[in-house]
C-alpha cells in the first residue's frame, strides 16, 4: 500500500464528503481512517466518506458506493452524496452517461445528470411499514405519523419512515431554535429506534416550502441531508401539509423534492460541488 491516499472533497447543499476511489488505489481499514480524515481538526473534515468500487453485479449496476459516517459506521445509503458521486465519475471520465446505475447497502440507485452542477435522483418509494424502518412507533402497514414519543422527559410528535434509511421527522415552530444537538443525539440513539435514526426538525413556511435542520445518524448536525429532505417532503404530503412539489430549504442550499402519488417513485434535484482534492498520509 501507497503511504497517502488520493481524495477529493465535494458537498451537495453543504452536506460534505471526502471521495476515496477504491478501483484506483488499495485502502486502508475504513472504519478507524474514516474517522481520522472526517475530523475537522486533524482530518480533511466531512460529514462522510463515499468509496468508489466495482459493483457487486455488473448486470444490475454501473459501480458502488459505500459509505462511512464521521464515527466510522457504514450506512446505507446518502442521497447528497450520490449526487456529488456521480460528478466525480463525470469529470474524471470514468462515465460518459447522464444517468448511472449506484449499488449501495439499500439497493440500486439512479442518479440523473441535469446540467449546471445538478443531479437529479429517483429515490425510489418510501417505506412506510414500522418493521420495515425499523421503529417500534406504530404498526400493521403504517404510516407512522404523529406518534407520542417521551425524549428527555418531553412527549414528542414524530413521524417516521425510511428511504433506504431511518429518519423521524418532528415539527416546531421554530427550526432556528430547536434544541437539534440534545433532542437529536437523543432520539438518534431512542429504543423506539433499534437501528438508530436520522431526525429532522421541520418548520412548514407554506405549501411548497419546508424548513428543515437535521441530526444524522453517526454524524450529529449537518448542514443537509438528501434522504432526509425527502422523508420530510413525504410525510409532510401524508399530513396533508404541503403539495406535492415542495422546496426544502436547508442551512446549506435547497432541494427540490417531487412525490407525485402513492404509488410513484420520490425524486429529488440538487447541486453537486467539488471542493478541492489532494492526498492525505496513510499512518
Given amino acids: 500500500m501507497s503511504d497517502s491516499i488520493e481524495f477529493t472533497k465535494m458537498h451537495g447543499a453543504g452536506n460534505d464528503f471526502v471521495v476515496l476511489d477504491a478501483t484506483r488505489q488499495e485502502l486502508p481499514p475504513l472504519e478507524a ?3 481520522r480524515i472526517c475530523d475537522r481538526h486533524l482530518g480533511i473534515g466531512a460529514d462522510q466518506v463515499l468509496i468508489v468500487r466495482e459493483p457487486q453485479d455488473p448486470e ?6 459505500d459509505i462511512y459516517n464521521m464515527d466510522g459506521s457504514n450506512v446505507e445509503m446518502c442521497a447528497n452524496g450520490i449526487r456529488t458521486f456521480l460528478k466525480y465519475l463525470r469529470d474524471r471520465g470514468r462515465t460518459s452517461g447522464d444517468e448511472i446505475r449506484v449499488e449501495t447497502l439499500s439497493g440500486v440507485v439512479r442518479p440523473r445528470w441535469e446540467g449546471a452542477d445538478r443531479v437529479r435522483v429517483d429515490m425510489g418509494q418510501p417505506i412506510l411499514q414500522p418493521a420495515k424502518i425499523p421503529t417500534t412507533l406504530g404498526s400493521g402497514d403504517g404510516p407512522v405519523l404523529d406518534a407520542p414519543l ?5 412527549t414528542l410528535l414524530v413521524s417516521s419512515l425510511s428511504m433506504g434509511n431511518p429518519h423521524a421527522i418532528i415539527e416546531v415552530d421554530d427550526v432556528d431554535a430547536a434544541p437539534v444537538a440534545v433532542l437529536g443525539s437523543a432520539i438518534e440513539n431512542h429504543p423506539a429506534f433499534p437501528n438508530r435514526v436520522n431526525v429532522e426538525f421541520i418548520q412548514i413556511l407554506g405549501r411548497g416550502r419546508i424548513k428543515q435542520r437535521t441530526w444524522e445518524r453517526g454524524a450529529g448536525e449537518t448542514l443537509a441531508c438528501g ?24 442551512r446549506g442550499g435547497e432541494l427540490e423534492i417531487g412525490w407525485a402519488s402513492a404509488e410513484a417513485p420520490v425524486f429529488m434535484v440538487g447541486p453537486a460541488v467539488e471542493v478541492f482534492s489532494g492526498t492525505i498520509a496513510v499512518p
Fill in 60 to 65: 444490475t449496476a454501473d459501480f458502488r458506493m
Fill in 33 to 35: 481512517f474514516s474517522r
Fill in 227 to 250: 434522504s432526509g429532505a425527502c422523508a420530510v417532503a413525504v410525510s409532510s404530503i401524508l399530513r396533508g401539509q404541503v403539495d406535492r412539489q415542495v422546496v426544502i430549504e436547508l
Fill in 150 to 154: 417521551v425524549v428527555e422527559g418531553e
